[in-house]
């Protein structure tokens, strides 16, 4: 028995407002970030939220490939390190920010780079959550979440008549 994966798909409106909320949630827990380091690509966009909303003008990257077929995820490679001013004093007043933590992998490597950085996501999944201070909403692992970056306007079919039964 193949496991069923469930469809979440994210609407613009919906994610910037999702976005929105985390940067309320981290706004209250401190007024002074250092800098934001958003784990590419999709830490990109709420990153942009982010930073805007709590008033961060440095924004850094970095960049993690993992090769998959988008059913498991793969082996982790670092595409572009973080830059050494922001690794001093193990990332304290560094804000980390992805879209999603899924398995924790990413997350994990992120976190041996900067131990004491904040890591913000707007969702969560079991088993990337315990790596994460701050997020927006859990979904069940065998949720796919498909994000308005990755969606055109086509028709959805009914929950009833997929083939969840």
Same mark, same amino acid.
């Given at each position: 028995?193949?496991?069923?994966?469930?469809?979440?798909?994210?609407?613009?409106?919906?994610?910037?407002?999702?976005?929105?909320?985390?940067?309320?949630?981290?706004?209250?827990?401190?007024?002074?970030?250092?800098?934001?380091?958003?784990?590419?690509?999709?830490?990109?966009?709420?990153?942009?939220?982010?930073?805007?909303?709590?008033?961060?003008?440095?924004?850094?990257?970095?960049?993690?490939? #993992?090769?998959?077929?988008?059913?498991?995820?793969?082996?982790?490679?670092?595409?572009?390190?973080? #830059?050494?001013?922001?690794?001093?004093?193990?990332?304290?007043?560094?804000?980390?920010?992805?879209?999603?933590?899924?398995? $924790?992998?990413?997350?994990?490597?992120?976190?041996?780079?900067?131990?004491?950085?904040?890591?913000?996501?707007?969702?969560?999944?079991?088993? $990337?959550?315990?790596?994460?201070?701050?997020?927006?909403?859990?979904?069940?692992?065998?949720?796919?979440?498909?994000?308005?970056?990755?969606?055109?306007?086509?028709?959805?079919?009914?929950? #009833?008549?997929?083939?969840?039964?």
């Amino acid at each position: 028995m193949s496991t069923v994966e469930k469809s979440f798909p994210v609407s613009w409106d919906q994610f910037h407002r999702d976005a929105r909320a985390l940067a309320w949630r981290l706004a209250s827990q401190r007024d002074d970030w250092r800098a934001i380091v958003c784990i590419t690509r999709g830490g990109l966009v709420p990153a942009a939220i982010i930073a805007r909303e709590i008033g961060t003008r440095l924004i850094e990257t970095v960049c993690i490939a #993992s090769y998959h077929e988008y059913s498991e995820q793969g082996e982790l490679r670092v595409l572009k390190e973080i #830059s050494p001013e922001l690794l001093k004093d193990e990332g304290d007043g560094i804000l980390i920010v992805d879209d999603l933590t899924d398995t $924790g992998k990413t997350a994990g490597l992120v976190r041996t780079m900067l131990p004491k950085a904040h890591f913000a996501t707007v969702y969560a999944k079991p088993k $990337g959550r315990p790596l994460v201070d701050t997020f927006i909403t859990e979904v069940s692992q065998d949720t796919w979440i498909f994000f308005p970056w990755d969606l055109g306007l086509t028709f959805q079919a009914p929950i #009833s008549k997929s083939t969840l039964g």
